[in-house]
Structure formats: structure tokens, C-alpha cells
DNA sequence: ATGCAAATGCAAGGCGTTTGCAAGTAAGTT
DNA sequence: AACTTACTTGCAAACGCCTTGCATTTGCAT
């Protein structure tokens, strides 16, 4: 198959060969704006580009979180989302009126960190914050 | 079956009828340091109080989380984890070594919430935080 | 072009959780 | 205490998301 895009490079780089299916994939995670599910990446797949089995698109994904290429975040109604790592440190703002989503920088972690390393000897790695409220346009009356 | 501690009065209040079964779960919860998974409690259950089927326990949760005596939190591995609800505001650490998850109650949202009001005029109703990495016994060598 | 390791499709299976149904039980009524 | 009824439970089957074993196909180094 000779369809590759640009992505080949990223994929020889981590060592990967150059596939349709994981070029599509990556394509599709790229033109994304939120993440997804595997089985949404799988139906796209099979509707505008080409025939996958659920089980490669599992695996793809599974290969990418592993080269820290894409995120997996499980989810409270036990699905995984998966969205490209644009290696930036961020959280979300979900507004609960409209269900706008504002992406923000700001992280207070820090000094917690410290905190349950020296309160309770927990070496943290990473944490998942995720904040709800209204935005702007929806602020109570 | 006439075992019933002092749970009853609770389930009464919550319109739920007193049984073994679920003064057994309530008991468990109440001992139990960290949030357990539905099959740990099972398994405890069987060993030392009675017999009971695994259905029945996670109906009982479910029940429990429906009336807000129970929270609770689905983590990256898959497994639910549930925990008496004492109606304190608190988060989780998750190990990444052994799975096991610690309930903290410190909170660093304070500062940052008051920093989105005035950055961006988001007004915080509520917020998830998990936490990852290595318990005292997983620590890296 | 050839050869081999890696990638894929397919079907089966794993695992945590849920559900339908029949039997059992709590607790109010008589 | 016996009756009544709705709620609770055990059991087995099924569910949904995901993983795995194996035969076949493919990318790509030589
Ligand atoms: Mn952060
Ligand atoms: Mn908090
Ligand atoms: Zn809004
Ligand atoms: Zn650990």
C-alpha cells in the first residue's frame, strides 16, 4: 500500500513500519478536537478510508500510548479515549451549561507533590485533573 | 437472619430493607482503609461472614453509590473502587506498582480557582483529581 | 527479487460487570 | 403467629470493552 503520508517518518523513528492503517490512524487522531474511542476511530476508518479489523485499531493505539505518541484517558463510562500527546501540560475546563471545553495551562500541582512525597512516601508520576463549572456565556443568574 | 448491627437504622432511613448481606458490606466499607474493588469485598465476605453471590454485591454497591452512602471511582485498570461516602472532600492515588488506591483529602484547587474566576471569569462548581505513581512498597530501586 | 520479522484479519476468549428469572426473605397487616 | 407482598438474592447466562493465538499478508532491509 502506497497511500503514506507524512506520518511515515514519525512512525521509522520510533522504529515502527509504515503502514495504511497507522498513518490513517494518526490522521484521523490529528484532524480529531477531542479524543476519541477506539471504536469511533474504527468506524471512521471503515466509512472514509479503508477496511480495519477493531483488533489492529486496538492494537495500533495500544502501540502509540507505549511510544508516548497518543494519550489513553479512561473514562467514567469505561471506555478509553485516545488523542494525539502534544507533549504539553494541560487540563480541561468543562463548562456544565453549554459543554464548551477551554483548555488551560495553569496546574497546581506542585506543591502537593511534595507534600505526599514527604507526608506518605507516594512518588507521583502524573495525575488527571479535570474541572467543571460555567463558563462565561452561562454564568448563573 | 438476625445479625443486623447498627447499620439497620441507616438502610431504613434510605428506604432499603436491613439485611445481612448489606450490614456485612456496610461493615466491611466502614473497616477498610482504602477503597475496594467488588470483588474484594466478595472475597472478604466469603471468607468471613457468609456466603453471598458476587451479583448481589455489586447490586448492593450500586444501590449504596445510588443513595450516596458509597462513592464510587473508576481507575485506569478497569476495576471500580467503592468506599464509605463520609462526606469529606477528598481524592485518590493510584499506584501504578500494585494498584492500590489511597484516599487523600488534600485539595491544591483553592488558588487556582480563585485564578480562573478572575483570568477567564470560569466559575468552578467542581473538579476530579487522580493522582499517579508509586506507593511506599512499589518504589522504584 | 528474495527473505524474514513485523503487522493484520479472524475468531475465540478474558474480564469486570449486568440482567432475567425463580426462589427466598424482611417487614407491615391482620 | 400467620398472611401478604414487595423487595432481595442466587444462579446462569449474557453483556461490552478489550486482548490474544494463529495463519496469512505486508513492509522493508538485503
Ligand atoms: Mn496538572
Ligand atoms: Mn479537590
Ligand atoms: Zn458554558
Ligand atoms: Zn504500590
Redesign the pocket.
Known amino acids: 500500500?502506497?497511500e503514506?503520508t507524512n506520518y511515515?517518518e514519525i512512525?521509522?523513528r520510533e522504529?515502527?513500519?509504515?503502514?495504511?492503517?497507522?498513518n490513517a490512524i494518526l490522521l484521523l487522531l490529528e484532524q480529531s478536537e477531542d479524543p476519541i474511542?477506539?471504536?469511533e476511530l474504527y468506524i471512521s476508518l471503515k466509512e472514509n478510508t479503508?477496511?480495519?479489523?477493531?483488533?489492529?485499531?486496538?492494537?495500533?493505539?495500544?502501540?502509540f500510548v507505549s511510544k508516548n505518541l497518543v494519550i489513553k484517558s479512561?473514562m467514567d463510562?469505561?471506555?478509553?479515549r485516545y488523542e494525539l500527546n502534544h507533549h504539553e501540560h494541560k487540563h480541561h475546563l468543562f463548562c456544565v451549561g453549554c459543554h464548551k471545553v477551554i483548555s488551560i495551562e495553569d496546574c497546581p500541582m506542585g506543591e502537593l507533590q511534595e507534600s505526599l512525597k514527604k507526608k506518605i512516601d507516594f512518588d507521583v508520576t502524573g495525575h488527571k485533573l479535570e474541572i467543571y463549572g460555567y463558563c462565561h456565556n452561562c454564568k448563573k443568574v
Open positions: 500500500m502506497e503514506n511515515t512512525l521509522k522504529g515502527m513500519k509504515s503502514t495504511k492503517h497507522r474511542t477506539a471504536e479503508a477496511l480495519i479489523n477493531l483488533s489492529t485499531v486496538y492494537r495500533t493505539l495500544d502501540i479512561t463510562d469505561g471506555k478509553a
